[in-house]
């Protein structure tokens, strides 16, 4: 072996020899392995998660709620805004009237005309009834009482340059009284004046007539009468009106002027009855001289037979029952084919 070669030199453990070995990179960092993808098993569709489902009905009860909460809520709106606002320090005037009518005291026809002579010294009394159909409580008809001695009044002649000025001072005193006024003529244009004025408790007229001499004096009469006046008539009438069968057959309102007038049958145990009776509209009546005719049988019984215009006699053919000749044979009736009156005949035995 030749001397003069290089041996190679052999890498030894420890410090590098010889020619210095270049830097080798440092190894990168071991990454870490990604986590395994999870493989599809495509003989197996991939199923969705399931996704919320529609159901109308709790839809259809969830819009509801909604819409009863606004609907709600609306209402809540409208009655705080429609609600009159608080004020504790000023009282309302509605709060007022009402402690008014609640405190409001009795008055009888007396009193009130009693309060009218404050105002006009009349020394007359009325000449004419108060015609005014009333209700009495528990009734199911009107009642008139056509007689004057029942009322309370005060009446007089005034001068015509005085007579309206002393019929407004009468009216201020029965509105003072908390009367409801209902006018049924205004005097105007030199006309009579007439107007009623009613309470639950009273009942009034005022009536200012003038004469066609406009120089001449006026008549004044101011008149009341009591409700219980109207119960008493009402009382009376009541054994025919509750019979009447108008009453109960329409809805057209009656009224009964005054008290019945009964009179003995044709034949024994018999008895005839007459009361004087009109319709009312608007409170006011509308027909006159107008009777319901009754009989009472010998068991007692009171029975309606017909109404009666006062000046014409009823049709013989009406009298068609033994009943009915036996309580009015004798009367005059109009016979309808002989086109003269006759007399209703007496029943067959």
Known sequence: ????????????????????????????????????????????????????????????????????????????????????????????????????????????????????????????????PLLLPVEAPNTSYYTVVPDITPLVSVAGNVAPDKGTAQLNSIVHSLEGDKFSTNVISDGTKNTNYQAYFTRSDTTCEVD????????????????????????????????????????????????????????????????????????????????DGKYALYYQSPDGLWHYFIDQDNSVPVECQQYNTKDLQAAYAGVTCRDINKGQNNTVPAPKK
């Open 208 to 287: 200012l007539v003038r004469p066609a001499d406009t120089k001449a004096d006026q008549w004044i009469e101011a008149k009341c009468l009591d409700t219980s006046v109207y119960s008493s008539y009402a009382k009376d009438q009541a054994t025919l009106a509750n019979l009447y069968v108008p009453l109960t057959a329409t809805s057209v309102q009656y009224a009964f002027v005054g008290k019945p007038t009964v009179t003995p049958g044709s034949v024994s145990g018999y008895k005839r009855g007459q009361i004087q009776v009109s319709s009312v509209i608007n409170n006011q009546m509308t027909t």
């Open 1 to 128: 072996m030749d001397p003069n070669q290089q041996q190679p030199t052999q890498p030894t453990d420890g410090a590098p020899q010889g020619t210095p070995v270049p830097d080798q990179p440092a190894p990168a960092p071991v990454q870490p392995f990604p986590a395994q993808q999870e493989v599809h098993d495509y003989t197996h569709p991939i199923v969705d998660k399931p996704k919320h489902q529609y159901h109308p009905k709790q839809f259809m009860l969830w819009l509801s709620i909604l819409v009863a909460v606004c609907i709600l809520a609306v209402v809540i709106m409208l009655l705080v805004a429609l609600l009159p606002p608080s004020d504790s320090k000023a009282p309302t005037k509605t709060t007022t009237q009402t402690k008014q009518s609640q405190t409001e005291k009795p008055l009888s026809a007396a009193t009130a005309i009693a309060h009218v002579k404050e105002y006009f010294k009349g020394t007359e009394t009325a000449k004419s």
